[in-house]
């Protein structure tokens, strides 16, 4: 890492700071160790700054004055939400998007880490997807505002890098969950809804009603995994280009496998009823996380059914609170 980083503690602004993985963040750096003496870490939320505002941006900029930022504010929604509101997603994310790289160039942030989505890769693809092909042709059609928006940003990160110099670089993680997810019915993420849906149909005694075939395959990493590697990109990774942050192609499985294992996290006896007349989105986004264990070879992500309890665990206890 540059000089100018050794001489003075970071002053880390994470934006998003209250979503999934802005909290999953917060916890490692407050409870695993993950802040350095001396280092100040802001978790901002939307109720502070609108990013989509340029004037608000800036005021946020200098009321704490980062010297290093993690990107994770966004616009986001469920699959069906993004069919529905494409331009929204677009427009919005764009703006968040500049407003934050323009805001940190001007300020003379050393580094910026954002956050992609494995949604961007393009649809029509050989698998497993890798880094080098994130533009290869277009994402898929059902969120295509938000994937184009969320690529602007390795273009911007290249350009900055060309202009001006700046080690502004992204992380691609692909499904993330855990505490703090987004659990509604209709725009959340697709294990969080599961968790939801599965806790209320055991409630009230009905079956578990599953949005699609169940057939479609994921790779699921979990919120404290991503925060952990974000908080090593964050100090160590020096490429402009972004990084994949994944399970390995062979963790890869069907939501209907998840589905049994949210089920048995929450001793959900009832039936289960997949709903085939709803869209099943992409059938498979493989990623490939080879240059992750190039740099990473020993690390150890958290199983998926050990994970999903966790989270089922959380969300119980937290039901209150969550976002629902």
Same mark, same amino acid.
């Given at each position: 890492?540059?000089?100018?980083?050794?001489?003075?503690?970071?002053?880390?602004?994470?934006?998003?700071?209250?979503?999934?993985?802005?909290?999953?963040?917060?916890?490692?750096?407050?409870?695993?160790?993950? &802040?350095?003496?001396?280092?100040?870490?802001?978790?901002?939320?939307?109720?502070? =700054?609108?990013?989509?505002?340029?004037?608000?941006?800036?005021?946020?900029?200098?009321?704490?004055?980062?010297?290093?930022?993690?990107?994770?504010?966004?616009?986001?929604?469920?699959?069906?939400? $993004?069919?529905?509101?494409?331009?929204?997603?677009?427009? /919005?994310?764009?703006?968040?998007?500049?407003?934050?790289?323009?805001?940190?160039?001007?300020?003379?942030?050393?580094?910026?880490?954002? &956050?992609?989505?494995? &949604?961007?890769?393009?649809?029509?693809?050989?698998?497993?997807?890798?880094?080098?092909?994130? $533009?290869?042709?277009?994402?898929?059609?059902?969120?295509?505002?938000?994937?184009? =928006?969320?690529?602007?940003?390795?273009?911007?990160?290249?350009?900055?890098?060309?202009? $001006?110099? @700046?080690?502004?670089?992204?992380?691609?993680?692909?499904?993330?969950?855990?505490?703090?997810?987004?659990?509604?019915?209709?725009?959340?993420?697709?294990?969080?809804?599961? !968790?939801?849906?599965?806790?209320?149909?055991?409630?009230?005694?009905?079956?578990?009603?599953?949005?699609?075939?169940?057939?479609?395959?994921?790779?699921?990493?979990?919120?404290?995994?991503? =925060?952990?590697?974000?908080?090593?990109?964050?100090?160590?990774?020096?490429?402009?280009?972004?990084?994949?942050?994944?399970?390995?192609?062979?963790?890869?499985?069907?939501?209907?496998? =998840?589905?049994? !294992?949210?089920? /048995?996290?929450?001793?959900?006896?009832?039936?289960?009823?997949?709903?085939?007349?709803?869209?099943?989105?992409?059938?498979?986004?493989?990623?490939?996380?080879?240059?992750? @264990?190039?740099?990473?070879?020993?690390?150890?992500?958290?199983?998926?059914?050990?994970?999903?309890?966790?989270?089922?665990?959380?969300?119980?206890?937290?039901? /209150?609170?969550?976002?629902?």
């Amino acid at each position: 890492m540059d000089s100018q980083t050794k001489a003075e503690p970071m002053r880390v602004l994470v934006t998003g700071g209250s979503g999934l993985v802005g909290k999953a963040i917060e916890h490692v750096v407050k409870q695993e160790g993950g &802040c350095l003496e001396g280092e100040q870490w802001t978790f901002l939320s939307s109720k502070e =700054a609108n990013l989509v505002d340029l004037q608000q941006t800036r005021a946020v900029f200098e009321k704490y004055r980062p010297t290093h930022v993690i990107h994770l504010a966004a616009k986001v929604g469920g699959l069906y939400l $993004h069919m529905k509101e494409n331009l929204h997603f677009l427009r /919005d994310n764009l703006r968040i998007n500049d407003n934050v790289l323009q805001t940190s160039h001007e300020r003379g942030v050393t580094k910026v880490v954002s &956050c992609l989505s494995s &949604c961007i890769f393009p649809d029509k693809t050989t698998y497993p997807i890798d880094e080098s092909m994130i $533009h290869n042709g277009p994402p898929h059609d059902s969120n295509f505002g938000y994937s184009h =928006a969320k690529r602007m940003i390795d273009i911007q990160n290249r350009g900055y890098f060309a202009q $001006h110099g @700046r080690r502004y670089t992204a992380v691609i993680p692909t499904n993330v969950y855990g505490p703090y997810d987004n659990f509604n019915f209709e725009n959340g993420h697709v294990l969080s809804a599961l !968790m939801h849906k599965t806790y209320a149909a055991k409630k009230e005694g009905t079956p578990l009603q599953v949005w699609g075939s169940g057939t479609p395959r994921r790779q699921f990493i979990y919120s404290l995994d991503v =925060a952990r590697l974000f908080l090593w990109v964050l100090r160590e990774y020096d490429e402009i280009d972004p990084i994949i942050l994944s399970v390995g192609e062979e963790e890869e499985l069907p939501i209907k496998d =998840a589905v049994e !294992m949210i089920a /048995d996290a929450l001793d959900f006896k009832g039936q289960i009823v997949f709903d085939t007349s709803k869209s099943d989105g992409q059938m498979k986004k493989t990623a490939s996380n080879a240059k992750l @264990r190039r740099y990473l070879p020993d690390f150890t992500f958290t199983p998926l059914s050990e994970g999903i309890k966790k989270t089922c665990d959380w969300f119980v206890n937290n039901y /209150d609170i969550a976002r629902t």
